[in-house]
């Protein structure tokens, strides 16, 4: 069992607080607003902006944030310089971290996840100490009442997928970086809108947690990083056994 399921985080994000919610928006936004100045503001010639705006529709992101995001890409609406960033670090029994933040304020940032990782019995590691232990995918996640395994199959494998798993409610499918983009619009035509679609840090290899307190400081890292205003997902490569929270 993962130590840390996406699937989960999504599940748990529609019953997000509106604090939550405004911290949604904004991280989406700040995508927006960079995925605008890299390629456009027209979604029809821009894949990543194609693919953040489906982000933000499925978040109910109000329109006029969108637009507004969408002005300060295009320079029509003047904002602060955003950067994307990923900062890795060390949890307790040397689980490996990696924190993907978007932020206006790079100090701030850093100094949050920081003080996140001590206070949690971990720390902030070099860049690049833990780069290895990671690879970078695109990663699409799909309800199992969306699509037949079939169709997924034949859909999928033809645009460029390299692995379909199949979890007990929902698909996980991942590709490399490089067609990322080509896969999206697959889905897109086919008119099948994923629950999650995003490149992320997949682990190359586990570290096995079996007992309740370390799993319990692991859970408690993972949660203040994610509070963090500037950080837009977090990755670990901690694996819990299937029972351990049972009695």
Not at 64 to 83: F, L, V
Not at 108 to 121: E, H, L, P, T, Y
Request: aromatic share 8%.
């Amino acid at each position: 069992m993962s130590g840390h399921s996406k699937w989960k985080t999504i599940k748990h994000a529609k019953a997000a607080t509106d604090a939550k919610r405004g911290k949604t928006f904004s991280l989406i936004g700040k995508e927006i607003t960079l995925a605008v100045k890299a390629g456009g503001g027209n979604p029809d010639f821009n894949p990543q902006l194609r693919t953040v705006l489906a982000k933000a529709k499925a978040a109910n992101m109000p329109n006029e944030n969108i637009q507004r995001a969408i002005k300060k890409g295009t320079g029509e609406i003047e904002g602060a310089q955003i950067e994307e960033l990923t900062y890795e670090g060390y949890g307790p029994n040397g689980v490996g971290f990696m924190v993907e933040v978007t932020t206006d304020n790079k100090n701030r940032a850093v100094s949050d996840v920081r003080n996140a990782f001590a206070k949690c019995g971990g720390n902030l590691a070099a860049s690049g100490a833990l780069a290895f232990t990671f690879q970078r995918k695109g990663q699409f996640l799909i309800a199992k009442d969306k699509i037949d395994e079939e169709k997924l199959m034949e859909l999928a494998l033809e645009a460029g997928a390299e692995d379909i798993v199949t979890e007990e409610d929902h698909y996980e499918v991942t590709c490399a970086v490089t067609d990322f983009y080509t896969l999206s619009k697959t889905f897109e035509e086919a008119k099948l809108e994923p629950d999650a679609a995003e490149l992320v840090y997949l682990p190359l290899n586990t570290v096995p947690v079996n007992d309740k307190e370390t799993a319990d400081k692991l859970d408690k890292l993972t949660e203040r990083l994610e509070d963090i205003e500037d950080v837009k997902a977090v990755y670990s490569n901690y694996e819990l056994p299937e029972g351990l929270w049972e009695d």
